[in-house]
């Protein structure tokens, strides 16, 4: 009888194989990264798109009152009250021209700009006028300017003057003995300009006064007869 080769208990090869499989989804993932490693090969990483940039968004400006900018104009012009002269010192005499005029407002036009929003508009001055009051009743005139300066000249003011009839008594000044004195300038200011791609226009009048006084003397003139 031939002797029988005992057999040894172990793993079957079914079992062996079972063995060598990983156990998890994730063990054989692992595995299979592994053996591309071995190989060589090696995945490529999706390319992510680049971001193209939009078109900026387009921001509407609000639509603005030209009014608005125009009153910042008319306020940069800084338009000073007028200073008052008068010819032949003080005190004036009664019967003699006085030459009127206001100093500081020849010249070039001023003129300023300003901008809000869609609106844009220039603001320029033109004196027009100087309204005067001398102190008497009805003692009231209005010159096309602000006056001629004087310096000397004889006779009256050719465009802005005026000659007192009266001396500046206490009894007709409230006792101060000068008569008060007022000029007022009056500015037309007119303003042009963009609003909302448009063009705007418009104006409005300044009047700026200042005031003085002024003494009236009267001259006494003695007339001597021969052999007086």
Do not use: H
Not at 185 to 197: F, K, L, R
């Amino acid at each position: 009888m031939t002797p029988q080769t005992p057999r040894t208990s172990g793993p079957s090869p079914r079992s062996r194989a079972a063995a060598a499989l990983p156990a998890t989804r994730d063990q054989a993932d692992a595995t299979a990264d592994e053996i591309q490693r071995a190989l060589g090969v090696v995945d490529q990483p999706e390319a992510i798109p680049a971001e193209v940039p939009g078109p900026a968004p387009v921001v509407a400006q609000p639509v603005v009152d030209p009014a608005v900018p125009a009153q910042i104009a008319i306020n940069e012009l800084d338009l000073a009250a007028p200073t008052i002269r008068f010819s032949g010192g003080d005190p004036a005499v009664v019967g003699v021209p006085v030459w009127l005029w206001l100093d500081g407002v020849d010249g070039i036009p001023p003129s300023a700009t300003a901008a809000v929003g869609t609106a844009r508009v220039t603001a320029t001055a033109r004196l027009t006028a100087v309204e005067w009051t001398l102190g008497p009743p009805g003692a009231e005139i209005v010159c096309r300017g602000a006056g001629t300066p004087w310096i000397g000249q004889d006779g009256p003011s050719p465009d802005c003057g005026y000659s007192y009839t009266l001396r500046s008594l206490p009894e007709r000044t409230g006792g101060s003995g000068r008569f008060p004195v007022t000029a007022t300038a009056v500015w037309q200011v007119a303003w042009q300009g963009i609003s909302a791609g448009a063009p705007v226009e418009g104006g409005e009048e300044l009047r700026l006064t200042t005031e003085t006084s002024i003494a009236v003397d009267e001259v006494q003139t003695l007339v001597v007869g021969e052999g007086e």
